[in-house]
């Protein structure tokens, strides 16, 4: 029979290590990318997270924890295991899978009678990955974005716990807000205007806190980050290149049985303690092999420890130099190709003097725990790309040359590049392309700069320029997927059609679930009437659950080919029900019905779009097209004088205007009236 789990508090409170069959209920919760200086307990500001505050005070934090490496996959794969990147085969995001041989935490509480559940918030954590192990319930479901909020993740934690059978739970809850681009409802952001990071770590708080007020008493609670975020500390503007404190400093609260109240415990420790730990608040013995570089935080202290530190994504992602580190939590060493640097953490904790022209007698015998370099990087392919949310593995032989580029000297590249792809996304493909062509110039040997160089210049029309670029890219990484659909869509432009399915499938082989590539591959085999090559793709998509907005529109346009006018109209809503963009979805639906030689539905659609959206100049403009050819010069003008009231650049506009005057010309003064 279980006992009450009130009794079981206090049992536990009372012994520290009682044993039982049937244990409380675990939540772990990790906060993706939320620097530990946000709460109090790690010197933070006490408005910022009062409850993720008031949590800590009831419990132990440590504040001196450290992450392995300051990437989500690599750190979650340590804080799930106890064992380091070495051991688990997770070194970079999107690469790998979890080591055969691993145990992870949920396998030996699932061995022990408990229900493992889990709901993450973004693909790098999708249970292909590994860490799915052991989990009854693995909800990894993701929309377009690849993310989900803290909203929904709640929301469907709450439904797990309100599911759970008699057995103990053990659920795991993965928030990824505090991830670029820093996402939170409104009030948030007028709560800290100019502040997107803080804004985004206040709505996690609140969130966080809705989810413990569903928690049963005498639930034992733990809530860490994978890693920070730099903000611009020693040039870095996000995370995972450089191995400072702002973004390898976790946070790491214990609150529930068995804890100590109100404790702040400042010994160095490795997110690689949460297993053990937790299983000594259960009372459970570490099965043997398990956990093998963890400790539990609440028995007897080690002496001493080596944590060590790594970070390939300069590598994978730049081809400069990968970045390995070891801590004892006083001294910190890490090192490049070019240059060993060395930090004491104590009397310079901002990390602005390197000591490692003549380093203290501690740091010299922690600097032979410093590894070399191996000559291969630790994996060789990317399972699918992740550049959308804001990381560019980029898929190398794996061989690692020397006198790579270190990455202290290369944030300029970092900072500028991101610039140019924001303004990029906001329009501004002028202002990117200047940025891009100054920087290939400087750094001519990353293919993640040249693809981003390559894939501006394709959206700004300059497809010759485009294709020697992403040519560039290739050769510098030639299992760069996004480079191929890239070179695909300039020559489908082109009508060079059988050279553009080479290049899509050439990058479905290398990404399989590369949708882009996919959705033009169909697309392209439609074009040349093979739709028993395109359905297949479609349906792929949707089995494996990577469909987009333009899977269904596809998907739609197969429909009317077969006469299934129903199943048509239904891909179009679903389409619709995904768009981020509504306007240029509802006109590309009219446009699939124009390709079907269907002009009057089309016009009906298309009026539709500027009836909801009066500003979107391509429906004016191809409504007034579509009147031309039809001989309806009279719609015709008054479609082209609608596109005039829009946001045009100066050169379509000086073409309408021309196309306006023609038609006045030619319609005299029975044309129809200015709108």
């Keep these: ?59 132990t934090a440590f504040t001196a924890c450290t992450a392995p490496a300051p990437l989500t996959l690599p750190s979650h794969g340590t804080l799930l295991t106890g064992a380091f990147p070495t051991r688990t085969g997770l070194h970079d995001n999107g690469t790998g899978s979890l080591a055969t041989g691993v145990r992870a935490l949920a396998e030996v509480l699932a061995a022990e009678g408990w229900r493992c559940e889990a709901v993450v918030a973004s693909a790098v954590l999708e249970g292909r990955y590994g860490l799915s192990r052991g989990f009854a319930v693995y909800d990894d479901a993701m929309g377009l974005d690849r993310t989900r909020s803290a909203t929904e993740i709640t929301d469907r934690a709450l439904s797990l716990l309100r599911g759970k059978e008699e057995s103990p739970l053990f659920l795991w809850v993965h928030y990824f807000d505090t991830h670029e681009p820093y996402s939170s409802p409104e009030a948030y952001g007028a709560r800290f205007p100019g502040k997107p990071y803080d804004a985004a ?48 400093r976790t946070v790491l609260l214990f609150a529930g049985p068995g ?108 600097k032979e725990a410093l590894p070399s370099f191996p000559a291969k990087a630790p994996q060789t392919a990317v399972s699918e790309s992740l550049r959308g949310l804001g990381y560019a593995p980029v898929p190398a032989e794996g061989f690692i040359r020397q006198g790579l580029p270190d990455p202290h000297d290369r944030t300029e590249v970092l900072r ?73 869509h300039i020559l489908a432009s082109r009508e060079r059609l059988p050279e553009a399915i080479t290049a899509y499938e050439k990058a479905l082989r290398l990404s399989p679930r590369l949708v882009t590539a996919l959705n033009a591959l169909a697309a392209a085999y439609l074009d040349r009437n093979e739709p028993d090559k395109a359905f297949p793709l479609l349906e792929r998509a949707f089995s494996e659950g990577f469909a987009d907005e333009e899977t269904h529109l596809l998907q739609g346009r197969i429909h009317l080919i077969q006469g299934k006018e129903e199943a048509a109209r239904a891909d179009f809503q679903a389409a619709l029900r ?76 000086r073409h309408v205007e021309q196309i306006v005057r023609d038609l006045e010309s030619a319609l005299g003064p029975e044309g129809p009236p200015a709108p």
């Design 259 to 366: 804890v100590p109240s109100g404790r702040r415990d400042g010994r160095p420790c490795s997110l690689a303690d949460v297993p053990p730990s937790v299983l000594g608040r259960l009372g459970l013995p570490v099965p043997p092999g398990a956990f093998p570089d963890g400790v539990d935080l609440f028995g007897p202290a080690p002496p001493s420890r080596t944590l060590p530190l790594e970070s390939w994504l300069p590598f994978d992602a730049f081809r400069w130099s990968p970045l390995l580190g070891v801590t004892d939590g006083r001294y910190k060493w890490v090192r490049s190709q070019q240059a060993d640097r060395l930090f004491d953490l104590q009397t310079d904790p901002g990390e602005t003097v390197d000591l490692s022209a003549r380093p203290p007698a501690e740091a010299r015998r922690l």
């Design 578 to 653: 995904l768009s981020r963009d509504p306007a240029a979805t509802l006109k590309r639906e009219g446009d699939v019905y124009l390709m079907r030689n269907r002009p009057e539905e089309a016009v009906r659609i298309y009026r539709e779009v500027l009836s909801r959206y009066p500003a979107y100049a391509p429906a004016a403009l191809t409504l007034g097209a579509v009147f031309l050819q039809a001989d309806r010069p009279r719609e015709a003008l008054e479609a082209f004088r609608r596109a005039l009231k829009t946001d045009l650049d100066p050169a379509e506009r």
């Design 201 to 248: 770590a206040a709505y996690v708080d609140a969130e966080v806190a809705r989810l413990l007020r569903a928690l049963p008493a005498g639930t034992l609670v733990v809530v860490a980050s994978d890693h920070g975020e730099a903000l611009g500390d020693h040039g870095e503007p996000t995370h995972g290149v450089l191995l400072f404190e702002p973004t390898l």
């Design 416 to 488: 500028e590049t991101a610039r140019a792809r924001l303004l990029r996304e906001t329009g501004d493909l002028q202002g990117a392309l200047k940025i891009l062509s100054a920087l290939v110039q400087k750094d001519r040997e990353n293919p993640s700069l040249a693809f981003e160089h390559g894939e501006t210049l394709r959206r700004a029309g300059r497809a010759d320029e485009a294709l020697a670029a992403l040519d560039r890219a290739l050769a510098l990484a030639p299992r760069l997927a996004e480079a191929y659909t890239a070179k695909g």
């Design 1 to 59: 029979m279980r006992l009450p789990k009130v009794v079981v508090a206090v049992l536990l409170a009372l012994s520290g290590t009682l044993s039982w069959s049937k244990g409380p209920d675990v939540v772990l919760v990790t906060l993706d990318t939320f620097r530990a200086d946000r709460l109090e307990a790690w010197k933070g500001p006490a408005p910022l997270a009062p409850n993720l505050n008031a949590l800590a005070a009831k419990g």
